[in-house]
């Protein structure tokens, strides 16, 4: 067992680590973006001054690790890619058909998914993101764009990379004030099964120890 610092959000950052790795190894078989951000309730910010870190954070930062990890793990032995998302992250989130609709699409591109995300932070800032369709969750908007993410590395990955997602459930972590009714074992269990498990999937959402529905 070996560690190395890796912020992420932070693409200086981003880059030492996989200089690391490929000096150190010179491949990696298995990657579990874990890394997450959440503001409690309670905190006083205020919901437009929140959008950009947890973007930046659980989405933005998340792929462009990932995109900086991709030519180590294409030279992985049945290479895996597991981005820890939520339940949170679901699409009936969003009122508007439209936009769960672009989301959902099997031609999404990864342009077209920064793009949708852009927009929503646009329209936080003006104050209208509710009348153009949008949810009303910062945390749950980064999660549904890195599910949405996972399909499409998922579609262009296939079949050198298994890249999966996972919702580790309501867990007893400081995330979650220890609210939460699941040990953290038994959470990380959605990201182990994906991980390792004999013929995987491509391109779905474990939870509850299997696949699910998004």
């Known amino acids: 067992v070996s560690f190395a610092p890796l912020t992420i959000g932070n693409h200086e950052s981003h880059e030492t680590f996989r200089q690391q790795m490929e000096e150190n190894f010179g491949k990696v078989d298995v990657l579990v ?37 991709l030519p180590l793990l294409r030279k992985g032995s049945d290479a895996r890619i597991v981005n820890v998302a939520s339940g949170s992250g679901h699409l009936g989130q969003l009122p508007s058909k439209e936009l769960r609709d672009k989301f959902s699409a099997p031609s999404l591109t990864m342009p077209e998914l920064n793009q949708l995300v852009d927009n929503f932070e646009s329209d936080v800032q003006q104050g209208k993101h509710r009348e153009t369709g949008w ?57 182990i099964i994906p991980a390792t498990m004999e013929d995987p999937p491509y391109g779905e959402f474990f939870s509850d120890f299997k696949v699910g529905e998004w």
Request: with cysteine; hydrophobic share 30%; charged share 20%.
């Open 33 to 69: 973006n874990n890394a997450g951000l959440a503001f409690k309730g309670a905190d006083p910010t205020p919901f437009k001054e929140q959008t950009k870190p947890t973007l930046d954070i659980n989405f933005r930062g998340t792929i462009n690790f990932t995109e900086q990890m």
């Open 135 to 191: 949810g009303n969750s910062n945390y749950g908007m980064s999660k549904l764009a890195l599910i949405a993410a996972t399909k499409v590395l998922a579609r262009e990955e296939a079949p050198r990379i298994a890249v999966n997602c996972c919702c580790p459930g309501y867990c007893d972590t400081d995330m979650t004030s220890h609210k939460g009714h699941r040990h953290p074992k038994e959470g990380a269990k959605n990201a």
